[in-house]
């Protein structure tokens, strides 16, 4: 009988806290706060998506989001993370579409959702009062759930009348922590230090280099670029845009992550053409390597009939490699990926010359690292292939965040992006 009524207890007490937990955090309110949280913290990459430049609206909605952020019941923290994780990061799904994954689309916007929903619950529980929030939020700009870095908190005020410099970032969030408690009229001195903040967002003005740079416009679709039937036709394209460039008089053109779908370093025909029209014209473009049963995803950099090669550094999360340990790394591959192996990576950031400027070589995920931004590099040529989740906001959060590591590191990024956004991204 003893047992019976403990384990009666046991479940009456479950079920308290089923019905307390389900109250408090499903409420619909909670659910409402935590996405108007979250929609004042992402609607900044949405407006610029549809190319709307309105600071006024960004400055406004990052006030608005961070206040309420702080203040809110913790009820509404996991919401808000959930809604984050989506509205940021929903595209991330996308790519599973060429591994004959589509229905797994779905299950990976949720489980991106709860990642970010799981972090802020942890806010809302440690962070009970604003001031421990605040800290805790600061913290966010250096966590990377699985070595994923694209949650920025300061690359909200990217196109607002504030800095996103980090220390401005902390700076931010104290003067939140003084208009929520100081009393009174003094809340309006509060206001006041914090529109004082606009004036430190000063621009920094650079000097292109004395170079005259190609850098195509490609659509190519993903579904078309890794299929044998078109690899001839790609390759042919690329070598006239190069013809292009060198009838234009360029000094550099830049082609985009794997412009050539192949392993460039095996295939020596393709290699002798690059090289001999690289007499007229320097050559960076993306392909494969293969080595020693090692595949590499790398820049190919062509000047003067020789070439040089740069490798990746930092690898994309569950793109490029699985960041989990090695017995788990092998199952996801086996189930998920038909039982291909991680890319390879280099050790170390490599800088190649170009007439007298010194750039950095970046590819894609890693140009938004601070690895690849070490001792602050003047020019950086970053190469990427955005085509493996649009159409989304990706190739606009990934322009936002070189944006940001630019005006950051005082870094001229050269940006050349299959249907992405290429172009000058400029540190002002």
Known sequence: ?????????????????????????????????????????????YLAYFDLHVKALDTILAIVGFYLLLTCKKESLPWVGFFIGILWFYWISFSFRYYDLAYLIPLVIIGVGSIYSLSFWIIGIVGKLPE??????????????????????????????????IYFYGLFLSVLILIIRLKKWWKLAGVMLLISLMFFNKPTYMHLPKLDIA???????????????????IVENNFSLIKEAIKTKKDLIILHESAFPLYLNLNIEILNRLKKLSYDITIVTGALRKTNHQIFNSSYIFQNGEFKIADKVVLVP????????????????????????????????FDFNIENYSFRSAICYESTTDK?????????????NNSWFTPSIEPILQNL????????????????????????????
């Not at 694209?150 to 196109?159: A, D, R």
């Not at 850098?215 to 036709?233: A, G, S, V």
């Open 1 to 45: 009988m003893e047992v019976k009524k403990q384990i009666y207890l046991s479940y009456l007490a479950y079920e308290s806290f089923k019905k307390k937990f389900s109250r408090d955090y499903f409420s619909t309110f909670f659910i409402i706060k935590g996405f108007f949280i979250a929609f004042c913290l992402s609607f900044f990459i």
């Open 132 to 165: 421990i929030r605040a800290v805790l939020m600061f913290a966010f700009v250096f966590f990377k759930p699985f070595g994923f870095n694209w949650f920025k908190p300061e690359l909200i005020f990217i196109n607002s009348y504030f800095s996103t410099n």
């Open 215 to 233: 850098i195509p416009i490609t659509n190519l679709d993903q579904n078309k670029k890794w299929k044998q039937e078109y690899q001839n036709e």
């Open 318 to 349: 569950f793109g490029e490699t699985i960041p989990l340990p090695k017995w788990a790394s092998e199952l996801v591959n086996n189930i998920f990926f038909n039982g291909a192996s991680d890319y390879k990576h280099a050790d170390n950031v």
């Open 372 to 384: 690849l931004y070490e001792n602050n590099p003047k020019f950086m040529i970053a190469i990427s």
């Open 401 to 428: 965040l070189l944006r940001l590591y630019a005006k950051k590191h005082k870094t001229i990024i050269y940006h050349s992006a299959n249907d992405g956004i290429s172009g000058v991204i400029t540190p002002y």
